[in-house]
């Protein structure tokens, strides 16, 4: 929370930093006699010395990832992610990570968060034995970091500088294998020849973007339904498309409990999209899962479902 003080009032206010699906208010309290305060351009009048206003669904609607609220003549600035508060000091990818050469869309963008409240984080790529500087996330800076070159390396090597393990895993189920010298690898592999991958990117439940391949366990075409369009003039053009419902059952096998956790926000995201090959990236709905992880090795499985048109 961030306190401010004018004449007038006396302003509690959420942080700078703005997760919406979380409660954030506003607390003006009187400093005068002055009956009213404008935030934002709405009047709201004083019945006691302190007014409340829950302001998250506004910020919701904004139009802008970033602006600022006006409160009685005060400008205070914030910055909306769709999500909640990190419920750790520390987010990193999965330490194992399927980039076959024939998946569409990697090539456009792949999303790997990482955050770390405490220090930077450097992210190095390895390929043939030499290492690269890619790039350095900001102490306590949540950005979406798109490596669409993921491909090119053998893994990924992230040093988190400061590290010291009574400062993070402070409530997760599981704990990130970062070794003695601050590292974290990500292996990058390049999956079975014959196997369908896909894929997929969603909004994660902190507010940054993720990305992971799948394997396509199955897949399962639903009946054609024709459907009219009607001319927008009303006339007599018609207008006949075929919907068809399509759902693929996906798996991640073999991951560790840790992998789960990071996975398992898919199942209740309201941005989850499949790359496909002729169509980019489609929205579709996440309709079944087996989101339990702990820390034993196994199976994540999702099915997806979303409508085609011809």
């Not at 139009?63 to 990190?86: D, E, H």
């Not at 990500?186 to 894929?199: A, M």
Request: net charge negative; aromatic share 12%; charged share 20%.
């Amino acid at each position: 929370m961030r306190t401010y003080s004018t004449a007038a009032f006396n302003i509690t206010i959420f942080d700078e930093r703005v997760f919406v699906y979380e409660q954030n208010y506003i607390t003006i309290t009187q400093n005068s006699t002055q009956p009213s305060v404008l935030v934002d351009g709405r009047l709201y009048t004083f019945y006691s010395n302190t007014i409340t206003i829950e302001y998250s669904d506004i910020i919701a609607s904004a139009a802008a990832n970033s602006g600022n609220v006006v409160v009685g003549g005060l400008s205070i600035p914030w910055t909306r992610f769709f999500g909640v508060k990190p419920d750790a000091n520390i987010i990193l990818p999965p330490n194992r990570l399927i980039i076959p050469d024939n998946v569409p869309g990697i090539s456009t963008a792949f999303y790997l968060p990482i955050w770390y409240q405490m220090a930077t984080v450097d992210v190095y790529g390895v390929a043939g034995g030499v290492t690269t500087l890619l790039t350095t996330i900001a102490a306590n800076t949540l950005s979406n970091y798109s490596l669409p070159t993921i491909g090119n390396y053998d893994y990924l090597t992230l040093v988190v500088g400061d590290s010291d393990p009574k400062k993070y895993f402070l409530e997760r189920i599981n704990r990130y294998n970062i070794n003695a010298d601050d590292e974290y690898y990500i292996k990058i592999e390049s999956g079975d020849c014959g196997t369908n991958y896909l894929l997929v990117h969603w909004l994660g439940r902190s507010g940054l973007m993720k990305s992971y391949v799948f394997e396509v366990e199955s897949a399962t075409r639903g009946a054609a339904n024709v459907i009219e369009l009607f001319d927008g003039t009303l006339r007599d053009a018609v207008m006949y498309r075929k919907k068809m419902d399509m759902s693929l059952n996906l798996i991640a096998r073999d991951i560790s409990g840790c992998d789960a956790e990071y996975l398992s926000d898919i199942v209740t995201s309201n941005d989850v999209q499949a790359v496909c090959d002729n169509w980019g990236a489609l929205p579709v709905g996440v309709t079944n899962s087996n989101a339990n992880y702990g820390q034993s090795r196994g199976d994540f499985k999702i099915t997806i479902e979303t409508k085609k048109y011809y």
